[in-house]
């Protein structure tokens, strides 16, 4: 059975490298995600968070301990990689070394039974696309890290009928310029072709511009799968929190003072969230740098605080202040005025996102 | 600083190089002398030492029957049994290799690294050990003395040095080109010889090389398991020692069966230098 274009669904699955143990380990925790043909994903998370380990249970590569994944509806949990029609393009260079680059290109479709004419016209737009046509009858080896790297990511997109094309981290050996260029014609291709792209980075800045929903992975466990507004404004965990965004979220440790408001340091800052039935008090409040604004004066929702440091980043200052053991930090507009010592910071209450045991109210 | 150690690399590798070369000569030079010539004074190069015959070639040529030895045959012997037990060898050593670098396999408490040990382990113990097995095993099957019984015993010999070789190999081939080969279309069987085998070339070389060697220069099983029908060429050398050593033909005998052996080090030498076997992957 030939899956193309296909609803790639993950049912339950979780994965343990060492299923003898009696306590195993479990490089992915029990879930369920259901990608949309068609559509680009980003997969995110620290080092070692599972991410390859979930491309490689989608791509064949490795069989989950538990669970099942669906092409369409169709079981393919036991099918091997070469029938499930995946493409998937490691983080370092993966060539066939003894072929010329053209070779390279041509053999996923070689592979299965493309005609000639079919190859040479799928190998040049890919070529072109990638900027290797003047390379095509050098043998791959001659050439350099990142043009190896595109050779990788050229064969991964040779094939237009794929189910999905799996990237693990694939522009980490690629120059900014390019790699800036090479985001966009993948949004080009996944547009033209409607092909399902799953990009594995740990780069936010890559999800973010890339991808239409963001899965954000932590220790083997989906935190959050989200549009990359909502990770940025709703972070459903203090990790996700500290993780997306540049600087991190601020975080305080808080207590709740009323059914819509909290005290952090003894002062009252109100939120849009509905905390009537939380029983422990202490929680935790978090607001994005982006949103704290300098106010003129003292007044609702604004805090008082020590201006310690502010840094010109050009499009915008970055200011840190200090309130007892507190650090805030609020990114402003680089022509705002600065005063200097005491300043007033404003949090506006539909942007607070209060967090108990880490996880948004 | 620089100089020093320039200089005294050059010493070192001229120093180096006569000490190899030196018998080589001397052989070369003992090959075309007569009795005369090696017997009464220390003499060094032909026609300005003594007057160089052709007498210690012309023997091993020969036939017994008119007073030569004879070594062409045993030669030929030496280079079907060698090559045939080598490629025989590689392949199925290969294909161990790959398996044991690749699967996860488990016997009770073996696991791969103990059967990667088993198979070098054959070569841990003397081979004087194996010669009563060996004897008796081709004896029951009928192949003592013959050209194929010595390939089966060779086989066992040269395949732990090829699984070792090559396991080693394909440990340093990063997976993720077997699993690239997979991805694009391959079953396991197609992306071990269409993509893993022709990027292994330089550690099938390397397997290669040193199974010729180790199978030419094997004395002992090719001396205890022959007598008459068949004979590999060290044992026919070995047994051109007599009452007076022929010290000519011996030296011609010992040249032309390290043939061989330098052309192919100068073959392997020349692929090597080439960079076609370099940086298998990244």
């Known amino acids: 059975m030939e899956f193309i274009m296909a609803k790639i669904e993950l049912s339950n699955i979780s994965h343990t490298y060492n299923p003898s143990d009696p306590n195993p380990t479990y490089a992915l925790n029990p879930f369920s995600m259901t990608w ?16 390859t380990t979930m491309l490689n249970i989608v791509s064949g590569l490795v069989r989950p301990s538990k669970g099942k994944i669906l092409f369409d509806e169709n079981d393919v949990t036991n099918l091997i990689t070469e029938e499930r029609n995946i493409a998937q393009v490691f983080q370092f260079p993966v060539i066939y070394n003894t072929m010329t680059v053209y070779d390279n290109l041509a053999f996923p479709l070689k592979c299965r039974d493309f005609s000639k004419e ?42 237009e009928d794929v189910a999905g094309v799996l990237m693990d981290e694939p522009l980490t050996v690629i120059d900014p310029d390019l790699k800036f260029r090479l985001r966009r014609n993948l949004k080009e291709i996944n547009e033209q072709y409607k092909t399902t792209l799953v990009y594995v980075t740990h780069d936010q800045n890559e999800a973010m511009t890339f991808a239409d929903n963001i899965i954000v992975m932590d220790q083997g466990e989906i935190v959050q799968v989200g549009l990359p507004k909502d990770l940025f404004e709703r972070p459903k965990t203090t990790f996700v929190g500290y993780f997306i965004g540049s600087p991190a979220m601020n975080i305080f440790e808080s207590e709740v003072s009323s059914d819509y408001s909290v005290k952090i340091n003894n002062i009252e800052i109100k939120t849009n969230s509905n905390l009537s ?49 507190f650090v805030i930090k609020s990114k402003v507009n680089r022509e705002m005025p600065i005063p200097n010592g005491d300043i007033n910071l404003y949090i506006p209450p539909e942007k607070c996102c209060v967090y108990i045991n880490e996880k948004l109210i | 600083m620089h100089k020093l150690y320039t200089f005294l690399k050059y010493t070192f590798i001229t120093l180096w190089t006569v000490f190899i070369v030196a018998p080589f000569l001397w052989a070369i030079s003992t090959s075309f002398k007569d009795f005369q010539s090696v017997n009464s004074k220390v003499t060094y190069i032909p026609w300005l030492d003594f007057e160089p015959t052709l007498e210690g070639w012309r023997v091993l040529v020969k036939s017994p029957a008119r007073g030569g030895v004879d070594i062409v045959e045993p030669y030929f012997n030496s280079i079907f049994v ?60 009928g192949l003592l003395d013959s050209l194929f019984g010595l390939v089966v015993v060779y086989i066992v010999l040269l395949m732990p040095i090829a699984v070792w070789i090559m396991v080693d190999f394909f440990n340093r081939v990063p997976k993720e ?58 044992v026919k050398v070995v047994a051109l020692n007599s009452s007076i050593t022929p010290w000519w033909s011996l030296s011609a005998s010992a040249l032309i069966s390290v043939a061989p052996l330098i052309i192919v080090a100068f073959v392997v030498e020349r692929y090597l230098s080439k960079g076609n076997l370099s940086g298998a992957l990244k």
């Open chain 2, 82 to 141: 060698t090559c045939t037990a080598s490629l025989i060898s590689i392949i199925l050593g290969t294909l161990a290799a790959y398996a044991l670098s690749r699967f996860t396999f488990k016997a009770g408490f073996v696991r791969n690294n103990d059967i990667t040990f088993f198979f070098i382990s054959q070569r841990i113990m003397p081979p004087i050990v194996l010669s009563i097995p060996f004897f008796i095993f081709l004896s029951t099957i």
């Open chain 1, 118 to 159: 079919k190859i040479e016209e799928r190998v040049k737009s890919v070529s072109d696309t990638l900027r290797l046509s003047s390379f095509l009858n050098l043998p791959a080896r001659k050439l350099t890290a990142d043009q190896k790297q595109l050779i990788s990511l050229g064969r991964g997109l040779v094939r």
């Open chain 1, 36 to 51: 949309e043909n068609g559509k680009r994903y980003a997969i995110l998370g620290p080092s070692g968070c599972g991410k």
């Open chain 1, 277 to 325: 039935k939380i029983k422990d008090k202490n929680v935790k409040l978090g607001i994005r740098s982006e949103f704290i604004n300098v106010a003129e004066k003292e007044g609702q929702n604004t805090i008082k605080a020590l201006l310690k440091r502010v840094e010109d980043f050009g499009n915008f200052k970055l200011l840190t202040a200090s309130m007892g053991d």
């Open chain 2, 177 to 234: 080109l077997d699993e690239t080969a997979l991805i694009d279309g391959c079953n396991p069987y197609q992306a071990f010889y269409k993509v893993v085998l022709p990027n292994s070339i330089p550690g099938l070389i390397v397997a290669g090389m040193f199974c010729i060697i180790f199978g030419w220069i094997d004395f002992f099983f090719a001396f205890i398991l022959t007598f008459t029908e068949v004979q590999l060429l060290p």
